[in-house]
């Protein structure tokens, strides 16, 4: 079955700190790959979004994800936290070739300390 | 531009009673239409996916069922809610023909069956 890991459940890092969340994906072929951010008692929204192209991809708020297919992976950046990027951060992926069902990691919840 | 709307924001209901929650799009047509449910740990859950008026696809065996009588409108149902129905619940819409698979989520509604 196909599957997305993230490595870290609960994170916690101080104001300034560098983030790096890990995201593995369970199978091959053409995939489009996401990060979503759930902010306290807010929506579900897109940080940012990888179809094709330069595997870098920069989302909002300074965070940036990185496409390796050779391991499938699709981690999450961003070099200096703040405050307000306390949320649950959640990595999905989509495997075109099976219609239009993303598979969603289990979550990884971030605490930034100011 | 699209907007995502759920009803009730917040539900508690008791064992045995029935359910419907709903969930409306605007601003798009023939959307793709999903159910999910989210789970602390476990990321989001698909349960049900529409491409179209009246066609439903179960992704998981469960006590609840979905149908989407009209183009926008997308309703969760349980005709004898469990204790283990508690949950977080989200709708979410793609463009038709999937669009690379990027979702818009709603708000959720966070359902407690005593």
């Known amino acids: 079955a196909q599957s997305v890991s993230q490595h870290n459940h609960h994170v916690i890092l101080s104001e300034a700190a560098s983030l790096e969340l890990g995201c593995n994906y369970s199978y091959g072929g053409t995939v489009n790959l996401f990060w979503y951010v759930q902010y306290p008692g807010q929506h579900l929204q897109l940080l940012l979004k990888y179809f094709s192209g330069d595997p870098l991809v920069k989302g909002i708020k300074g965070f940036e994800a990185e496409f390796i297919k050779s391991k499938f992976s699709f981690n999450l950046r961003k070099p200096s936290v703040q405050w307000s990027d306390t949320a649950e951060y959640y990595c999905a992926v989509i495997n075109m070739e099976y219609g239009n069902k993303l598979v969603f990691g289990a979550g990884t919840i971030l605490r930034v300390k100011s | 531009s699209q907007t995502i709307h759920q009803w009730p924001a917040t539900l508690v209901q008791p064992v045995g009673s029935p359910l419907s929650l709903e969930c409306t799009v605007e601003?798009?047509?023939?959307?793709?239409l999903y159910w999910y449910r989210q789970a602390a740990g476990r990321g989001l859950q698909l349960l049900f996916y529409s491409v179209g008026i009246g066609q439903i696809s179960s992704e998981v065996p469960q006590n609840l069922s979905a149908s989407r009588p009209q183009d926008r409108q997308f309703i969760l149902s349980s005709k004898k809610l469990l204790l283990s129905d508690s949950g977080f619940y989200l709708c979410a819409w793609s463009r038709a023909g999937g669009w690379g698979g990027e979702q818009f989520f709603g708000p959720g509604t966070r359902l407690t069956v005593l």
């Open positions: 601003g798009t047509s023939n959307p793709n």
